[in-house]
């Protein structure tokens, strides 16, 4: 099961880093890794992609730059390292996990995953 963790209160400008852990160990099986968020009253958006076959990952614009996903296959582990946060990045933060790799044009859809770990709360407030 894909367990998120990491979250808490942070200040504006703070930092924060996420971690997605799979229990069962299954999690480097997978090709496709990615987190997403929800704010209160909005709909779940993408956030950040990567794959452990290669590649560039892929970051929504509202975090490229301050955001950096990676991941650690032998821990069974994906992260997200969070710089810079600002309130409007606070939401209930996921991860979601594909066996297959997914085009550049499907990674941000909820639909292309079939994998969700519970969410982890991000608060940036001051």
């Known amino acids: 099961q894909l367990q998120a963790s990491g979250g808490g209160l942070v200040q504006p400008g703070g930092s924060l880093r996420l971690s997605c852990l799979d229990s069962g160990r299954r999690l480097s099986n997978m090709n496709s890794l990615a987190w997403f968020r929800q704010a209160p009253g909005k709909e779940r958006e993408f956030v950040a992609y990567i794959t452990w076959s290669g590649g560039n990952p892929s970051y929504s614009e509202s975090v490229k730059g301050r955001f950096t996903i990676s991941g650690n296959s032998a821990k069974d582990t994906v992260y997200l390292q969070m710089n810079d946060l600002k309130p409007e990045d606070t939401a209930v933060y996921f991860c979601?996990?594909?066996?297959?790799?997914?085009?550049?044009?499907?990674?941000?859809?909820?639909?292309?995953?079939?994998?969700w770990g519970q969410g982890t709360l991000v608060t940036v407030s001051s």
């Open positions: 979601a996990a594909r066996q297959n790799r997914l085009a550049l044009s499907t990674r941000a859809y909820q639909g292309s995953y079939n994998w």
